[in-house]
């Protein structure tokens, strides 16, 4: 863990660079080496192609992040993280933002260990670096 999650529309698709996107939101958590191991961080995005946005009659778009973490992190910690990720991603789709109807929003999730499966030998390669 953690693991960062993004559902966006197909709207988006042309002008989000989104492996760009995973880059960045990637170097956050690996600055955060401390809290977050480098072996468990994982990104992805999900493209939306059915979706609805308010009364359907704009184009609008939109990107949710959910970052998913494993519970033991300080309040203090968390909120720093969350507050640098989502000013990384309002600045990834600033260009978009001001030129369309646009939603950014982010939702933090922590849960217990217990109930949570993992087989994972990438951790290996960052303690062994």
Same mark, same amino acid.
Request: aromatic share 10%; no cysteine; charged share 25%.
């Given at each position: 863990?953690?693991?960062?999650?993004f559902?966006?529309?197909?709207?988006?698709?042309?002008?989000?660079d989104?492996?760009n996107?995973?880059?960045k !939101?990637?170097?956050?958590?690996?600055?955060?080496?401390?809290?977050?191991?480098?072996? /468990?961080?994982r990104?992805?995005a =999900? #493209?939306?192609?059915?979706?609805?946005?308010?009364?359907?009659?704009?184009?609008?778009?939109f990107?949710?992040?959910?970052?998913k973490?494993?519970?033991?992190r300080s309040?203090?910690?968390?909120?720093?993280?969350c507050?640098e990720l989502?000013? !990384?991603?309002?600045?990834?789709?600033?260009?978009?933002?001001?030129?369309?109807y646009? /939603?950014i929003?982010?939702e933090? =999730? #922590?849960?217990?260990?217990e109930?949570?499966?993992k087989?994972?030998?990438i951790?290996?390669?960052?303690?062994n670096?």
């Open positions: 863990m953690p693991h960062i999650i559902e966006y529309t197909d709207n988006l698709s042309e002008e989000a989104i492996p996107l995973l880059k !939101v990637n170097s956050v958590l690996i600055n955060h080496n401390d809290i977050f191991p480098t072996g /468990g961080i990104s992805r =999900i #493209e939306l192609q059915d979706y609805r946005v308010a009364d359907g009659a704009e184009n609008d778009a990107v949710h992040t959910i970052l973490i494993g519970s033991g309040d203090v910690d968390k909120k720093e993280i507050d989502f000013e !990384v991603i309002k600045g990834h789709f600033a260009y978009q933002f001001a030129r369309r646009l /939603g929003s982010m933090l =999730i #922590e849960f217990s260990e109930g949570t499966y087989h994972n030998n951790h290996k390669r960052f303690r670096g």
